[in-house]
């Protein structure tokens, strides 16, 4: 019975991706950041069970990833599309279909697609790291997760923490053509970074992690949903620089 645990808590990410892909589409971009936090923290504590229970599983491996795709990668793609129609020029969002709809009718700026590139992305990086056994205790380019927070914590942004600064910066299409391709090269770019994966609980040896766990704790409290492009920041720079000793 034991076996079935960490794939059930697998489903449960994959429940709370498909909620807010629902909710991205219909622009309620909040209830999706929720929902793809929530799916995260199954994300995270699947594998942790997986290990402790000693069960892991190939199933449980592809299962995990295709949860993955649809939480932190279909996901992240319409929210980028949706910040992509609030600022490009054109209506704002996409038309209502009914029945007497024209199937190839839309209001959105076609170029507000672009930003789907960041699921063909996120689904090519998820394809590598299921051949690539070099990833087991750390990973090789930005994690789907990390990535996925990075472009759910702007519509929290401009919903919690609006400022014309923030404002101009997230709703200006020529950052958001940059952040969807710099999203899709770190997403797999042959980059390694350090996995938030405890051998043992102590300092030595997981020196890092701790520390970057307490640069999280502090620049959360100081700039709330701010602080999650920092976070983002502050994990690849450790990595690069101090990851290698861990």
Known sequence: MKKYIPNLITLCNLFSGSFAVIFAVQGNLVAAAF?????????????????????????????????DIVTS??????????????????????KQ???????????????ALFGLLIILGSAYRLAKFNVDDRQTDSF????????????????????????SFATGIILNEWFLFALTIISVIILNAELPLFALKFKN??????????????????????????????????????????????
Do not use: H
């Open 201 to 246: 609980w102590g300092f030595k040896g997981n020196e890092i992690r701790y520390i970057f766990l307490i640069l999280c704790v502090v620049l959360i409290v100081l700039f709330q949903f701010l602080a999650i492009p920092m976070i983002i920041l502050s994990y690849v720079l450790l990595s690069v620089f101090f990851g290698k000793k861990n």
């Open 140 to 163: 090789i380019g930005l994690p789907t997760p990390a990535n996925a927070l990075l472009i759910l914590s702007l519509p929290l942004i401009l919903t919690y923490q609006p400022n």
């Open 35 to 67: 929902f793809v936090a929530l799916g995260i923290f199954f994300d995270f504590f699947d594998g942790l069970a997986a290990r402790a229970l000693d069960v892991k599983s190939d199933v449980g491996l592809q299962l995990d990833s295709l949860a």
């Open 73 to 94: 990668g279909v996901v992240p793609g319409i929210v980028m599309f949706q910040l992509f129609t609030m600022a490009l020029p054109g209506d704002d969002g996409v």
């Open 97 to 111: 279909w009914t029945a007497d709809t024209n199937w190839l009718e839309f209001t959105f700026n076609p170029l």
